[in-house]
């Protein structure tokens, strides 16, 4: 999954549907076809960030996981 901001495939995911790209330091959520952007404040709240939907892309299906056995 990239961000939604800055396209960087370094994110890490926070809670169920909550997500935090480590490159541009936004969290976003998506649910329904619906991203919210977030921006993380000084003192570790956040504050949405109002965007129009067509105004960034994203990717809403997780990359596919690659499993191998162990030995």
Known sequence: MNCPLCEARDVGRIGRDRYYCRECCHEWTKGDGVVQIY???????????ETKPESFS??????PVVRRRAG
Not at 39 to 49: F, K, P, Q, T
Not at 58 to 63: K, S
């Open 39 to 49: 921006e993380v404040l000084s003192d570790g709240s956040v504050a949405r960030i």
């Open 58 to 63: 994203c990717t809403l299906t997780p990359l």
